[in-house]
């Protein structure tokens, strides 16, 4: 039997976190004094954990909200003196007699040699991550694609700046152990940030790697290059998981068609708690948990960083709070399976498999990123090309949302990467109810070629065709090579059509862009009406035409109602205040499209005179 291995995969791994265990016995804050010396547990290399000590400095309380505290220390072993805190130390559990009083959690901004850190109190660890409930729709961001450097880290501001000071004012906290004055705890407090945690990034292309990069940096995490997850039997780990391991989240897997899943090792069924500040304060989730390989401490004074990568799924992370994460060790969450085929004419199809955690932040921008890197990798990332896409996004209880389009030109593989992902952002950020993705399957067979299309004409012949009749509409278009297509649309003629008429004739995203403008587009009301939308979406390879009138109409709670009398228009804009009607200055006659080889662009024009019966 021939075995399987990996030929391609792409890793986008959170590293560094240390285990704590919920059953050993713990020190609560109000026990703990000045000049008592701690010891904690990390690993510096490989998988063998060290010890260190943690010398306390004084309680800093927080009595805003939730009277939340930490305790100032002092840290010193190992390379500590030379690295300062380390990005990847998050978690490290600190011990006073043997009992458990938290984890290394925050450090003096950059640039600091120092290892002074910010120790989260057990308790509070413990007692935020025991919350269960379901994240609140306003907890969600919007990602726009295709992604852009500036919208990515806008939309991360936006909703995920979790990356503050313990504490804006000095006003804010009450320091137990130093005397006050302008280098007292109170005034640290205003300088402890979250310790940076070490992002490897494995097989993107680097102008992906930049833009992720970027973004993340901003919210406290140090991007690096790093190895893809390895096998267990590749690392010496010494027996399950203790206090002081370092573990990993992996929000992205991509394999070759012949590279396996990812495997999951069954440990002892117990709570892991870990960072002792938020990932990105997310609430329930549902993340990979994995064990770690520290291979070396690059020492920097900007921010010494672990420099690892992960191993076998060991459990999974059920909650991110602003105090800790935690999960489970034991099975794997489920993931979202993603399935790429890539067919051109040099190489013939290959097929690739992801799997992404879920998530309505991530799933749709790992997804999103694993495509558009996937494409760059074997195709072209830049100047011009086709890809034509087909597959479909399967919904639990719901018919699936398929997919066909063609994208060509500069960008094409953002954009085509951006529609595959459109439907799972619009279900998974939907407010009528939680939705259930079983998968995406997509096809894209791609082209050196800019098959492209401009419209270029369009004209009857019958300059003052009457009403009742059918009349053929001739369009005229022109390929990137200069060639010449002549198309002709059968065109009905109302039979109680009269004065002038419109016509225009015009490609996907001009249509898309006015209806949206004239509030043609209804909007969902249920799941089943988003579903049916995205059915609807215009594709870029075919010619739309509409044929207008002059009557007026409205769109009154997402549906459109063409040619209305006077008075019910006089009534319905007597009682605009309800903000379910919007007027239309033109009626909607008739509309046709038709297909084409090409991505089409472009707009045409042509208003009809109508004879008298």
């Known amino acids: 039997m021939t075995a399987r291995r990996v030929l391609f995969t792409v890793s986008l791994v959170l590293l560094g976190l240390s285990a704590l265990r919920a ?114 729709p306003g907890a969600r961001i919007h990602v726009t694609f295709p992604l852009t450097s500036d919208g990515l880290m806008h939309a991360f501001r936006q909703a995920l700046n979790w990356n503050r000071p313990f504490a804006e004012r000095l006003d804010d906290t009450q320091f137990t152990g130093v005397a006050d004055g302008p280098f007292s705890g109170r005034a640290l407090a205003t300088e ?21 990069g970027a973004a993340f940096r901003d919210q406290g995490f140090v991007p690096m290059a790093g190895a893809a997850g390895l096998r267990s039997g590749d690392m010496p780990f010494d027996g399950p998981l203790k206090p002081g391991d370092a573990i990993g989240i992996r929000l992205l897997i991509v394999a070759h068609e012949r590279g396996p899943p990812g495997s999951c090792r069954q440990i002892d069924g117990d709570r892991v708690y870990a960072f002792g500040h938020p990932m990105y304060n997310l609430g329930p989730m549902q993340f990979p948990m994995t064990r770690a390989y520290v291979y070396t401490v690059l020492s920097s004074l900007m921010s010494s960083a672990k420099l690892s990568s992960t191993s076998d799924i060991i459990g999974t992370f059920q909650q991110d709070r602003a105090t800790a ?48 890197n996937t494409l760059g990798s074997y195709e072209r990332q830049f100047g ?70 401009t419209i270029e004409r369009v004209w009857l012949d019958d300059p003052k065709p009457r009403p009742g009749r059918t009349v053929p509409l001739k369009v005229l278009l022109r390929t990137y090579r200069g060639e010449d297509l002549l198309r002709t649309v059968p065109i009905d003629i109302p039979a109680n059509a009269s004065g002038s008429l419109a016509i225009v004739v015009t490609d996907a995203t001009r249509l898309v862009q006015t209806e949206q403008r004239e509030a043609r587009l209804p909007q969902p009301r249920s799941v089943p009406q988003l579903i049916k939308a995205l059915n609807k979406t215009r594709r870029n390879d075919r010619v739309y035409v509409r044929l207008l009138g002059t009557t007026r109409g409205a769109v009154v709670r997402g549906e459109v109602l063409p040619s209305l009398p006077p008075s019910v228009l006089a009534v319905l804009e007597g009682d605009r205040s309800g903000g379910n009607f919007n007027p239309l200055s033109t009626t909607t006659l008739g509309e046709w499209e038709f297909p084409t080889e090409h991505a089409v662009s472009g707009m045409r024009s042509l208003t009809v005179p109508l004879a008298a019966n």
């Open 384 to 453: 011009t090309s086709t890809y034509a896409v087909e597959g479909r996004v399967k919904i639990g209880k719901y018919n699936a949302v398929p997919l066909q389009n063609m994208f060509s030109g500069e960008g094409a593989s953002s954009n085509a990467a951006a529609y595959a992902v459109a439907p799972i952002t619009a279900l998974l950020g939907n407010d009528y109810e939680e939705v259930a993705i079983d998968g995406l399957e997509l096809t894209v067979k791609s082209s050196d070629e800019p098959k492209t299309a």
């Open 325 to 372: 994460i935690a999960g489970q060790l034991g099975p794997a969450p489920s993931m979202l399976p993603v399935t790429l085929t890539i067919d051109n004419a040099r190489g013939g199809a290959r097929t690739f498999h992801f799997t992404v955690v879920r998530d309505q932040i991530f799933t749709p921008l790992m997804t999103y990123t694993a495509l558009v």
């Open 192 to 212: 402890l940030r979250p310790i940076a945690t070490p992002l490897t990034m494995t097989g993107f292309e680097s102008s992906m790697a930049d833009l992720l």
């Open 23 to 136: 059953d050993e016995p713990k020190m609560p804050v109000s026990d703990i004094r000045p000049g008592m010396v701690g010891i904690g547990r990390t690993v510096f290399t490989g998988t063998r954990v060290e010890e260190f000590k943690a010398h306390i400095l004084g309680v800093i309380e927080n009595v805003i909200g939730t009277r939340r505290n930490l305790i100032l220390a002092k840290l010193e072993g190992g390379p500590l003196a030379d690295t300062g805190v380390i990005a990847g130390m998050s978690g490290s559990p600190v011990y006073i007699d043997g009992r458990l009083i938290g984890a290394v959690s925050y450090a003096l901004g950059s640039f600091s040699k120092e290892p002074i850190a910010g120790i989260t109190p057990i308790d509070e660890m413990t007692d935020a991550t025991a919350l269960a409930a379901s994240r609140a």
